[in-house]
């Protein structure tokens, strides 16, 4: 009967943040460098996250100049976990730019994991970096 009294509210908890989709991650965050591959360009980031369920979209500046700001695509929300591609814009002696971005977003702290591409096409990283930072505004 303990159980009984515990299971019902556990599983409304689980069921509304499932439902939740992606609101917690709804908003403008700001992250930095904490470690990997170190680029002179790209010391941080800012990002404006939307969510409609489990689609994550909205838009990056990363590096505030060089890649700079571009449009979020193939973004999933996944409970606490995120994922989604960024497509510079800028060019560089490479190509475009491509980073693969994978995190956990709790409260309001984000980490990522910045997979780097040297152009649009590439298969295989050249690199990776890690990043933490915090809601800035939104929800």
């Known amino acids: ?4 009294r515990w299971i019902a509210p556990f599983l409304l908890s689980v069921a509304l943040y499932s439902s939740d989709g992606g609101s917690a991650i709804k908003g403008k965050w700001a992250v930095e460098y904490v ?3 170190a680029m002179k360009t790209i010391g941080g980031a800012d990002f404006e996250f939307k969510a409609d369920g489990n689609t994550l979209t909205g838009t990056a500046n990363v590096g505030h100049g ?3 700001l571009a449009t979020i695509s193939d973004g999933r929300i996944d409970g606490d976990r ?3 591609t960024v497509q510079g814009r800028q060019w560089s ?3 475009y730019p491509k980073m693969r971005f ?3 977003v709790r409260g309001d702290e984000i980490r990522l994991t910045m ?3 040297q152009d649009a096409s590439s298969q295989n990283p050249i690199g990776q970096t890690e990043f933490k930072g915090r809601r800035v505004s939104g929800k």
């Open 35 to 37: 470690s990997g591959l």
């Open 93 to 95: 002696s490479t190509g």
């Open 102 to 104: 994978t995190g956990t």
């Open 82 to 84: 995120i994922s989604f």
């Open 115 to 117: 997979d780097f591409y």
């Open 66 to 68: 060089w890649p700079g």
């Open 1 to 4: 009967m303990k159980v009984a």
